[in-house]
Nanobody
Framework: QVQLIESGGGLVQAGGSLRLSCAAS????????MGWFRQAAGKEREFVAS????????NYADSAKGRFSISRDNAKSTVYLQMNSLKPEDTAVYYC????????????WGQGTQVTVSS
């Protein structure tokens, strides 16, 4: 099993920045890819960004391109999401997720961290 713990959420004004962290523990050797997802109140969870556990491949949702940046520190088993130029519509619970190389979907999830952007 892999355990994921997010941190770094909070309240920020529009135009501000936040950096989310996701610390992985347990069977981290099983991780192929890490992702960030978010779920706003009353809406479905949506993909934000992903990064391979090795290499440099990243992917972003259109809403995140140019404003958000995903990175990782393998020595710390931690993935980050740097969020700049935040907008009120970025308000959501942000979840970190891990995907095994043996599966097609994300099987490991964190508990989520709230991000609130005020106008």
């Amino acid at each position: 099993q892999v355990q994921l713990i997010e941190s770094g959420g909070g309240l920020v004004q529009a135009g501000g920045s936040l950096r989310l962290s996701c610390a992985a523990s347990g069977r981290t050797f099983d991780i192929f890819q890490m992702g960030w997802f978010r779920q706003a109140a009353g809406k479905e969870r949506e993909f934000v960004a992903s990064i391979r556990w090795t290499g440099t491949t990243t992917n972003y949702a259109d809403s995140a391109k140019g404003r958000f940046s995903i990175s990782r520190d393998n020595a710390k088993s931690t993935v980050y999401l740097q969020m700049n130029s935040l907008k009120p519509e970025d308000t959501a619970v942000y979840y970190c997720a891990g995907r095994s190389g043996r599966t097609s979907g994300y099987g490991y999830w964190g508990q989520g961290t709230q991000v609130t952007v005020s106008s």
